[in-house]
Structures are given as C-alpha cells and as structure tokens.
C-alpha cells in the first residue's frame, strides 16, 4: 500500500476535536437522533464480542471465540488501515456494528474495476433485546435505516465514490436489505468462504 492511499484510508474518516460522531440524522420526526462514531477497539470490545457471539451473528458473520482473538484479528488491520470500525447508535446506544473496508484489499480487488475509491461494508445489528431497550417505540426498517446512513456517511467523505456490499447469497435478509437501500446488484461470485451476491452503489444513486 503507498503512503498517499494508506493515509485516505487511515485518517479519511476522522473525528472534528470535540466530536464524538461522524454522522447524526433525526428519526421518526424529532423523537430519535441516529449517529455512527468511530470504534474504540479496547474500549468496545466486549460489547463486540458479545454481539458476534449471538446465536443469529454465528451462520453469516463467523467471528465466533474469544475477547483476545477478535481483538487479534482486528487489531492488525486497524493498524494497516486495511478496516474501519463504527457503531450505529441511537442516542448513545450501540444498536449496529459497521465495518468498511478498501476493496482493494480484500478478495474483492479484482471482481469488478475497482479503484481506490471503492470501500465494502458489512452489517451487524444489535440483538433485538438492546435494540428495543434504545428504541421503546417501533422505527420500522431500522436496519435499512441504518445502512443508509452509512452510505450517507461514507459518501460524506471524497475518498469514497463506491460502496460495495457482498452478502451470502444464502443471507436472504442482507440480500433484500441491500437492494431496500439501493444497492444494485452486479453478479454472484464465488469467494473463500461463500458464494456471495455483489452489489454497488455510487453517490448519485443515494
């Protein structure tokens, strides 16, 4: 990775002094604020690693073990740049977990054209339970909700003209998610661990 990449990577998604989230937007009217921050991997862990470790998160997400191997496998590619980590929040709840990556460091760099200004994301919804304890009145669609924030997000920022997003084509509910919140889809290709669905989108499609 060069030097200039390795920095839009690394720092493209900072945090203003004094700020704590990168994104807010009102909910259902004026009741609910929803807000993405940046990951404090030391910090955040355990609620992490609780949420990996549900019984809904083990078929499709695979991150299943111990605090100090989730920490193992993040911790370096935090460092490289190589992944970001943000949680969705209602308020100051945590009641999503948000990875996005540059695609042209994952099994995914030569699937398309990608270019640096491509990042992929991947989607974890609290359990149930947190997020009816954040939110004591229904929101419908909360997940798309929040994966259009995240678009929103990420398209805030110039280093991302893409975003790209590879669910399981099993993982029917990702699937029908991704296309509720625009995403194109492109192909089904086959990668290490799945057989997934590719979908796009590009900031004029938001």
Sequence with gaps: MNKANKKSVSTGFAVRPGEWFLYRKRLHGDQHELGIRKIDLRKDLALMHRWVNQPYASRFWGMQGTLKALYVFYEPKLEEGHLQLFF???????????EVYPVLHSELAGALDFTETDY???????????????????????????LKATQQMLFGFSAVKRIVAEPDEQNTHACRLAEKAGFQYIKTLQLEDKMARLYTIVRHEI
């Design 88 to 98: 969705a929040c209602i308020g100051a709840t945590p009641v999503a977990l948000i």
């Design 120 to 146: 992929g994301i991947h989607l974890l919804m609290a359990p149930y339970r947190e997020v009816k304890a954040a939110v004591p009145v229904n929101i419908d669609g909360l997940s798309v909700w929040v």
